[in-house]
Nanobody, 127 residues
Framework: QVQLVESGGGSVQAGGSLRLSCAASGRAFSTYTIGWFRQAPGKEREFVAAISWSGASTSYADSVKGRFTMSRDNAKRTVYLQMNSLKPEDTAVYYC????????????????????WGQGTQVTVSS
């Protein structure tokens, strides 16, 4: 069983930055692929970013490339999402999720790959 707790959300003006954290339980944390997803009001949940167990491989949605950076600290069982140059369209509830399988870039954006989900943290970007 894996439990995930997101934090770091809040309200910020356009152009600002936030860093989200996702703390995970589970003995095999260092082997997991971790993803970030988001869901804006009235919209379906969408993929944001993912990172391999070592942190050597990452994948980003086109909408956040160059602005968001995902990283992880396996010793702390925590992953991070550094969000810079935030836009109003980044407003959403952000969720982290665990894919217990090894990194596979193909399909990494698919929700079906992820077995465990956190409760989410709200990010609001005002113009």
């Amino acid at each position: 069983q894996v439990q995930l707790v997101e934090s770091g959300g809040g309200s910020v003006q356009a152009g600002g930055s936030l860093r989200l954290s996702c703390a995970a339980s589970g003995r095999a944390f260092s082997t997991y692929t971790i993803g970030w997803f988001r869901q804006a009001p009235g919209k379906e949940r969408e993929f944001v970013a993912a990172i391999s167990w070592s942190g050597a491989s990452t994948s980003y949605a086109d909408s956040v490339k160059g602005r968001f950076t995902m990283s992880r600290d396996n010793a702390k069982r925590t992953v991070y999402l550094q969000m810079n140059s935030l836009k109003p369209e980044d407003t959403a509830v952000y969720y982290c999720a665990v894919d217990p399988s090894p990194w596979r870039s193909t399909g990494v954006a698919g929700e079906y790959r992820y077995d465990y989900w956190g409760q989410g943290t709200q990010v609001t970007v005002s113009s």
